[in-house]
């Protein structure tokens, strides 16, 4: 496993510059309101490690596609996903993301939805824009499940019994539908055979659910410096992740630690002291081990996907961003 | 002029029940988390008169099309304006609409948001169900167009200093571009020649321009009962409207009147009364009339775009949802 960012992001930077190019230039349409323009060109500038749209680009490499449909799509969803993080810090009231204000810090909520819808909007010109129904079709159902995998977060919040399935299917939605869209919308583009296109959706899936349980890892593990954003958030949520359940599987019934959990993630408790001290319980009892081999199961499922991809040097890039998913973490 | 609901609607049932049902078929879908999925039902089927898919079906009547394609752009429409009242209500923390309580009164402004973001992705996938990359463009366009039309409501709020150009800019997003953009869908879906599709589309933007000007002028015209929500909410908002513009207009600068509303307006006069005054002057000025005058033009100028319609029939229901424009608000 390499411990940093691999060499794949060097190799693919030509295409992501366009991609990043595209990005811009469809939000930056002048909407007559300076302020939130230059805020929106903010937010798209932040960028993070343009990861969705390299694994787009990388699951059309091995066939014969038309590159600027691709970085187009790639722009789609770099973009969805960008639109998707603006409604999700309005929701969560977050003041923080990538360690720079959101914002929400800037401007009232109600502006924030908009502009967020506004991004979306920007993303769905840009599928529509490939004239790929199939493309618009993966685009469409793909925000469908965002919104469905982050209703399910909110509303199955601040219970303690939930399971493993209920987990998964919404870490599925809220991160590696989009994944599983962006390699999907790749092979796609690329025309891949059906069967291989199948493959590489299920391999984006798969390196989606590890990334975000690694996040969820990141979590309870990394401290604020280098998170952007202060550990222990999801707990503060009453978001309940793989480490707190498998932390919680462990515990007595009825025991005082038990309890403890219990009240911090039904909200009852909202102590910054009491969150910490559940932080560093979980810490200790090898649940955050226990999630992160969960993930490696994910990459290693999803590397032996690989095996339909005919170009050896793409397969080693793309094994490349399936590493990073868990090197993040290092 | 008629004054009542004309026959066009008797006329299109048929068609606006379909229509119904993909809304809430495609609204329906099982999101695991019941009051969610019982809420949306509510919303989506509360309705109002359809006036957007009617547009949309009479638009591709006089030509060849296939009508379960239709039906579903119909219901894109449909719901895409349903998904912009859901955000709308939200930032304007709206207690009432259509005379019944909104979202926001029974979930949290996180839950609004993200039920919004969950029928934007629903209208998307039957956009997408269409398989025409023209009617998914003009759909993303639209969306585009919605969402500057509400930030530039937001930003230019609380400002007596607006031009009329401003206000049909503004309009124009907020309400015109879906009523253009569903003439546009219809048209294209019938394989309508290039010059009549363009027509149409004028046709339904002078209709969504009409549309508005009239919903202004209810604002400020009828009572609670009738509106479905409080008189002079537009005011309440800091939004400028036509009605107040032209009042605004006859006011000598410095008086008491013009001091009196531009703090109306600025929200620095908040009190019931104060907004009261300001709507009763505005009746007694004349500017209801002349603001119905304005949208009288613009029907007049929707009507005469018709000659293009081969149909004389259709021709005969679309004047019909021309005059409804203006006949909701006898």
């Not at 810490?283 to 955050?288: E, L, Q, V, Y």
């Not at 095996?307 to 993040?328: H, I, K, Q, S, Y």
């Amino acid at each position: 496993m390499k411990l940093q960012s691999p060499d794949v992001f060097a190799t693919m930077q030509p295409d992501l510059l366009r991609v990043d190019d595209r990005v811009a230039e469809a939000a930056s349409i002048d909407i007559a309101v300076p302020v939130v323009t230059q805020l929106i060109g903010d937010i798209v500038s932040a960028g993070g490690k343009r990861l969705r749209p390299t694994l787009l680009l990388l699951a059309a490499r091995a066939f014969r596609y038309d590159l600027d449909t691709l970085v187009t799509a790639a722009a789609g969803v770099e973009l969805l996903h960008t639109a998707s993080l603006v409604h999700d810090d309005t929701i969560d009231r977050a003041a923080l993301r990538r360690g720079k204000p959101t914002l929400n810090s800037r401007l009232s909520s109600g502006a924030v939805i908009l502009v967020g819808d506004y991004l979306f909007a920007q993303s769905a010109m840009l599928a529509a824009a490939t004239e790929n129904t199939r493309v618009v079709a993966i685009f469409a159902s793909t925000l469908g499940d965002i919104c469905e995998g982050q209703l399910r977060e909110m509303f199955d919040a601040h219970r303690l019994d939930q399971t493993r399935d209920e987990y998964d299917r919404r870490i599925y939605g809220k991160t590696a539908a989009l994944f599983a869209g962006a390699a999907e919308m790749g092979s796609v583009i690329g025309g891949a055979p059906p069967a291989t296109v199948a493959e590489l959706r299920a391999f984006g899936r798969d390196l989606g659910m590890a990334f975000q349980v690694m996040d969820d890892v990141l979590d309870v593990r990394a401290d604020t410096a280098d998170l952007g954003k202060p550990a222990g958030n999801d707990l503060r949520q009453g978001t309940v992740t793989l480490p707190t359940m498998l932390y919680a599987a462990g515990l007595a019934d009825g025991s005082a630690e038990a309890d403890h959990l219990r009240a911090v993630v039904a909200g009852e408790n909202e102590d910054a002291a009491a969150i910490d001290a559940v932080v560093w319980a979980i810490r200790a009892s090898g649940a955050i081990e226990a999630a992160t081999a969960v993930a490696e199961d994910h990459v290693a499922r999803a590397k032996a996907r690989l095996a339909v991809v005919p170009d050896a040097e793409t397969r080693a890039l793309l094994e490349d961003v399936a590493d990073f998913a868990l090197a993040r973490a290092s």
